[in-house]
């Protein structure tokens, strides 16, 4: 049985995924830990946001030479991570999770210097493309461009967590593309089998590149394949970030106690092309304009307007400072010197055998 979280009505269900999304309204709970929450979300969102739009400008440029975000699943993405133990459980994020890799301690400096291609970039040393994040301290796994590839990945840090009697729980998010590969399968039914703890978290945008979830996606949605493995499935609202909070919280937890895995379907939005490569011609202007009517961050600072836990001084103060911020560490990532040419073949090859 999947269980369904988020609002009725909302224009994710409208305009993106149809009149097929039932969605319960989530209980708000706590009046202080939604504001608590929702604060630390939309100061990371409009952040994440202020270094989306930095990237697409550096990319216009010439400055950046490709450019994937994640522009409309900021709020999903945070909500999702802040659940997590950042440097205790495993995350393993894909290209577009600028808002995980914030909320887990990465820099917009550290982004800034990988998109630029930089030596002193701490993940890749300017190697990778833009997002292709790895940091083993705060253990974030290495993102792949090869799409699910890090899923197995995911479920074996959580057959180690197994092994080693540890606590930690891994938790994966990728695309709805995503489940077309094989991969997908093999992960989710290994974790599965041997009730390991980890939490797959789907960010279904509608959108595998140019091709569309309805020729992607026989069943109604991604979350109805989990009853398949014997795992929970819940399709949430993704512009809700108390119900993306809570539904994964409940999830890691359960992981953590012994109960297995789950499979999260968060409802996103692409406001952007698939990549500053693409000119998004497959899609309508009425599609476009769908998903920016539909943006999760103005919805996120409207509720915090009605808890009285913002007001239109403070948000546009907070949005001057993330300008600020992403200007400043462009600028210094702009100055931080290109990789070596001797460089070039490390890695490639064995050690004493480089041509």
Known sequence: ????????????????????????????????????????????????????ERLWILARQGAAGFV?????????????????????????????????????GVTPQEILLGALGRADDPHTGGRQLPMHISDPERRIGSVSSAIAAHIPHAVGAAYAARVQGAGWVSVC???EGATSEGVAH????LAAIHRLPVVFVCENNGWAISVPAARQIAGANIAERASAYGMPGRRVDGGDAVAVFHATSAAVESARAG??????????????????????????????????DADPVPRTRQRLFELGALDAEADTRLWQLAEREMSLAADKAKKSPAPSPERARRHLYREGDEP
Request: no cysteine; charged share 25%; glycine share 10%.
């Open 1 to 52: 049985m999947v269980e369904q979280q988020g609002r009725p009505g909302d224009a994710i269900r409208r305009h993106l995924h149809g009149g097929t999304v039932e969605l319960v309204s989530n209980d708000k709970g706590n009046g202080a830990a939604e504001r608590k929450l929702l604060s630390r979300v939309y100061e990371l969102a409009v952040r994440t946001r202020r270094l989306d």
């Open 68 to 104: 994937l975000t994640g522009r409309g699943h900021e709020v999903a993405q945070i909500a999702s991570a802040m659940a997590l133990r950042p440097g205790f459980d495993y995350a393993w994020p894909y290209y577009r999770d600028m808002g995980v890799a914030l909320a887990l």
């Open 173 to 175: 998010w990728f695309g």
């Open 186 to 189: 093999e992960g989710m039914n």
């Open 259 to 292: 109960g297995g895995p789950t499979l999260l379907e968060l409802l996103v939005l692409r406001m952007t092309p698939h990549s500053s490569q693409d000119d998004d011609a497959y899609r309508t202007a009425a599609e476009k304009q769908a998903a920016l």
